[in-house]
């Protein structure tokens, strides 16, 4: 239901960019500032455009208050119109149309400033944008991709002094389309793309690079998008698919679970359908009596479920961040199938033992002349086999799952993250004052290290164009701009060459790489080799080892550091445990510094575990419906055994009073159901291996798919099935054979 809320979610899409830079096609969200004009000026087929800019973790000032933490969208004129946000206070057409105007979210209003009207408050965002409010907006619904406390008018960016407005450059701008009801992307497309080669491809098809343009639907971007860059925090449609997946194997789990106990005790009430049949009852009633019952059950059960939904459901939204519920207005559609399809469970699950007892005759029935094997026996046992091939798929999953988070989490990024801050330089003031801020941190005995950069790995590095030395077409590079002391800051190790100098100045046309780049540009000895850039020549005087600055879904890339000056953070290693107080500190000497201006800042081990927080919390989902299956599956063993062991009552009885013990009973029982689980094993092995497998393909570092996982599950199961066997056996070995007997 993500973004369906909206009155032309059918006609907006999101540009995105497909470029092409030497063999390589790199699939991009992020657009520049002219493209979303231009592209409604020439392309007739576009009615509107609207371009975003976010920030997350933005501070807001009012007077002396400060609030911390929010998610703030620059956002053009046309923001409101196109998109079917409500606007409480304000005209759609004019609350954005001037620089330097803001509107709040009614949460966000209601924070700041209770129930006063805000209207013409004036505040600051990010210590650098004076505002002024100009409207106030409903709150986001949790179903939207974009979500805001507050949205700044695209005209307060373009005041920025040296605000680039090329087609070639400033990529960090998320273009919406509007496009004329009834006209599909495809006609618009080839137009969008003539514009792409006039505007760009002319200017830059000498260095090897081509720009697409991509048309995404709105409807697709929170499940299907796959768009590097993206601001938005997105689901999975593979997830999705994954777990409506496992869970109607649940379901099928539980289903054959209630067929296999039902029938057990359904032969425990022959004599019952006996004398019903005698006195009188059909065949059919038999049968009605039965699926009654069952679709009763199905009903409790419905009624259970819904009881543990309204239980549970707060702590799911709390664990995995969600805002779920059961009533809302785009679940009436599942809301009216549920009837439905409780009633198909129900038939579906009553149906064999219904017709199973009903097809006996009164008179083998009372005079105990039944099958001693009951064909329908055969059945349930590929039932069971059904049961063991989903749970030992699970298992071996939740297995390989754990162990690439587990991987992830010890694998060395090739810097030390732990205790490490990123206080962010918001203005110009923060900016000049860095340098005198980073000196005071050091003095502090908790701080080991301190630096200025442009960038930090997990925190997105600038890409560039540059050509290197022996090369005749430019690369793509990302670049850090540091100084001296980042390499100790950050724990990175220097693996051939040496590091800058601390004064800088001599070191102003050097550069550092990793070793990734030397390796793609096939240099043995980088040092003394030249990288240009815009006519400037830079010498290589240092390798340093690679390290991951983005997720482990992505091969290390190509990186260089230079000294030129791009200061957007100040970097600060902690030691000790004193961790809050050392942070206090830092904001005492900020303020002293910097004024008024808010500390913004992000601890790296801590945005670390929130880009994997999703994989993290698909696990958690994978385990839990791992040990449903496992469970669900131990008493479709149980269900099948009782069965087993009815049936077999006279024949336990006699090898009983024939001398057997428990341990004779219990082989004969494990070599019955064994074989069975070993044919689940051998089946659902390779099913597993296909689906892990792919799913590691979703990572470019990765544990490898050994053998062990598969062992660990087989051995699970069957120490599993030898203690549910077991179980019975004991209860069976207990019972006195004189009452299995009694009757012949």
Known sequence: SYDKFHANSENIYRLGTKQEETNKIRNSAITSPPMGPDIVTRVPEVKDQVRLRPYKGASIQYKNENFTDNQVVFAGESFFNIFSFDLLIGRKKEVLNEPNSVVLSKEMSKKMFGNKNPLGKTLVIHNKFKVTVTGIAENVTQNSHIKYDAVVSFATLTQIPDFYTGWDGNYSFYTYLLVEEGIPASEAKPKIADLFNRKLNNKIKESGWNYEPILEPLKDIYLRSDLLYDFVRSGSIKNVYIFSGVAFFILLIATINFMNISTALSLKRMKEVAIRKVTGATKNTIIRQF???????????????????????????????????????????????????????????????????????????????????????????????????????????????????????????????????????????????????????????????????SGFPVGGLTRNGYMPEGKDQPVTIHALYVDSDYLETLDIDLVKGRNFKPSGYADSNKVLINRKLAHSLNWNNPIGKTITRNSVEYEVIGVVENFHFESFHKPIGPVLFTLKPRKTYILAKISGNEFPQTIQYIENQWKTITGQNVMNYQVINKLYERIYKEESNFGQIVLFFTFLAIFLACLGLFGLTAISTTQRTKEIGIRKVLGANFISLNMMLLKQYTKWIMIANLIAWPVAYMLMKNWLQNYAYKINLGLHYFIIATLLTLVISVITISYLAIRTARSNPVDSLRDE
């Open 291 to 453: 699926l009654g019952e069952s679709l009763l059950m199905s009903l409790l059960a419905l009624i259970g479920a819904l009881i543990l939904m309204e239980i549970f459901l707060p702590y799911f939204n709390e664990l995995f961040n969600r805002d779920l519920t059961i009533y809302q207005q785009s679940n009436r559609a599942v809301l009216l199938v549920v009837p439905i399809f409780i009633i198909l469970i129900g038939i579906l699950a009553g149906s064999y033992p219904a017709f199973y007892i009903s097809r006996f005759k009164p008179v083998n029935i009372m005079a105990n002349s039944l099958p001693g094997k009951i064909s329908g026996l055969k059945i349930q046992n590929i039932l069971v086999l059904i049961q063991f091939i989903i749970s030992i798929g699970l298992i071996i999953s939740s297995l390989v799952i754990y162990a690439q988070l587990n991987y992830m989490h010890e694998k060395d990024l090739g810097f030390d993250k732990e205790n490490l801050v990123a206080i962010r330089l918001d203005n110009e003031q923060c900016v000049e004052k860095s340098d005198i801020v980073k000196k005071e941190l050091v003095k502090h005995s908790r701080v080991k290290h301190a630096s200025v950069a």
